[in-house]
């Protein structure tokens, strides 16, 4: 690999690029380091640079006009091309999905429904990289859409085991910082718009456009754009996809191509009417929560729209299983109230799950929210968590979620600001495990329990530490099983 061909531009000496790395402290003699200053903008580049010099850097590359490097205009897009130099092969059909809430749910079940109808799959994302067994040691990669240096070498390994599908979650991040630009994507998928990542984004219609990018940008002209036609917020990447030839498979509601119509919601699933260019076809699903369906919806479409057998994932909806810590329920026992442990870390997720739990509460009973907010992460979502709890649930728990290096009881009283805004109380605890403890407590057997925020997550973190922490298992624990 020439060194001017990943760059893009000529360069006066040219040679033979052997490794390239984004992080100094990972740097070999010989490798060419490369920065992103998007990544950390405060990040002093001139430190970066003479640190990778002295660790033998073959020649430093950065978007920032510093003494000693070469000057790109994007950077991400130099790892990008470089990573599909590196690592050219990919199972046959990528598949994409991006959106505020809902990605890990979608290639979830995309994979569990490709595998069920015989097909070798396998996806990317927040659980880590997931293959046809899920019982064997799952690969954590760090990130919702890992860079180009990890997402490269793990489609080669993923191809070479002869996965015939791949689903990646796609982060707005991922987008902008150009992580993904390398995949070859059969078909892509957009959930929804909500707030979130202004700190990293700046503000909305910044956000939008990096959802957007997928489409306008990363997906081929012959790709498949599958679009929730429920979200009014699709309706800028359906307009786009179009001018570019792409085409568009709309999926959710009744005015879709492909439906996922609920009949039926209980605490034991979703009775839903599917259809695709045929009569409906009647399936139960064991899922909580009526947004499931949109999910599956996405997910059915990426699969169709890719070249996968109607007939055969539809038959396979039956079968497939809740993604861990994604409206997850927790066994109780009748006299005790149900429990559901969620991810749902951001404003419309976690209205979301409420809503959808609400139908669940039984006769006079009350459904019960434990929830905090991330340190060092969007602010302003705070109190507008904290008035969706109030205003939808019946009773608000304010905990903490991972404080990180901020105060937690800061973060607290901006939630419970958004409580008593949306005309509640909420009971403060600085202690998670009491905060569920209390809820489980407090409720009887036709209560409902939502614990929100972690979901899967199986550490909490305070300052630079992890701690270990289960919401599901100090659930279990709780409620005694």
Request: glycine share 10%.
């Amino acid at each position: 690999m020439k060194f001017s061909d990943i760059l893009g531009q000529p360069v006066e000496a040219d040679f033979d690029v052997a490794n390239m790395c984004d992080d100094t402290r990972k740097l070999a003699a010989g490798d060419v380091f490369v920065w992103d200053s998007r990544v950390a903008p405060k990040q002093d580049v001139v430190a970066l640079v003479a640190d990778a010099k002295a660790r033998g850097a073959a020649a430093v590359v950065t978007d920032v006009a510093v003494e000693g490097a070469i000057q790109v205009a994007n950077a991400g897009e130099v790892l990008s091309r470089y990573a599909a130099l590196r690592w050219p092969e990919q199972p046959p059909v990528m598949l994409g999905v991006t959106g505020t809430s809902g990605k890990t749910s979608v290639v979830w079940f995309g994979r569990q429904l490709a595998q069920l109808s015989g097909v070798n799959a396998a996806s990317v994302g927040t659980l880590g990289v997931m293959r046809k067994d899920e019982d064997v040691e799952t690969e954590y990669t760090g990130f919702t859409s890992p860079t180009a240096l990890k997402t490269g070498p793990i489609l080669q390994a993923l191809a070479r085991e002869k996965v015939q599908t791949c689903l990646l979650e796609v982060s707005s991040h991922a987008l902008v910082l150009n992580r993904v630009d390398a995949v070859k994507f059969k078909a892509a998928g957009l959930t929804n718009i909500t707030q979130d990542h202004l700190d990293f984004h700046g503000d909305l219609a910044e956000y939008h456009a990096a959802k957007l990018r997928l489409f306008a940008e990363v997906l081929p002209e012959d790709g498949t754009a599958v679009l929730n036609i429920g979200r009014m917020e699709t309706l800028p990447a359906a307009s786009v996809a179009k001018q570019r030839g792409c085409r568009v498979l709309s999926v959710g509601t009744a005015n879709a191509e492909l439906v996922a119509e609920v009949v039926e919601a209980n605490g034991r699933g979703l009775q839903l009417n599917l259809k695709y260019d045929a009569v409906p076809v009647p399936v139960h699903v064991p899922l909580i929560g009526t947004f499931q369906a949109e999910n599956l919806a996405v997910a059915l479409g990426l699969l169709v729209g890719s070249g996968h057998d109607w007939k055969k994932v539809s038959g396979a909806v039956s079968r497939m299983t809740a993604v861990p810590g994604r409206m997850e329920v927790v066994k109780s026992a009748p006299t005790q109230p149900s429990v559901v442990v969620d991810y749902a870390h951001k404003p419309d997720a976690l209205q979301r799950a409420l809503e959808s739990l609400r139908p669940v509460v039984k006769g006079n009973g009350k459904l019960r929210v434990v929830f905090g907010c991330g340190g060092n992460r969007d602010a302003t979502k705070r109190p507008m968590m904290g008035k969706i709890a109030a205003q939808l649930a019946d009773v608000v728990y304010v905990t903490d979620d991972n404080p990180r290096k901020e105060n937690a009881a800061e973060i607290r009283a901006q939630v419970l600001a958004g409580v008593t805004a949306g005309g509640a109380k909420g009971l403060e605890f600085d202690d998670r495990k009491a905060a569920i403890a209390a809820a489980i407590a407090d409720g009887g057997p036709e209560d409902v329990v939502l614990i929100a925020g972690k979901g899967h997550e199986s550490g909490q973190i305070v300052g630079d530490e992890v701690h270990p922490f289960d919401d599901r298992v100090v659930a279990r624990e709780v409620l005694g099983g």
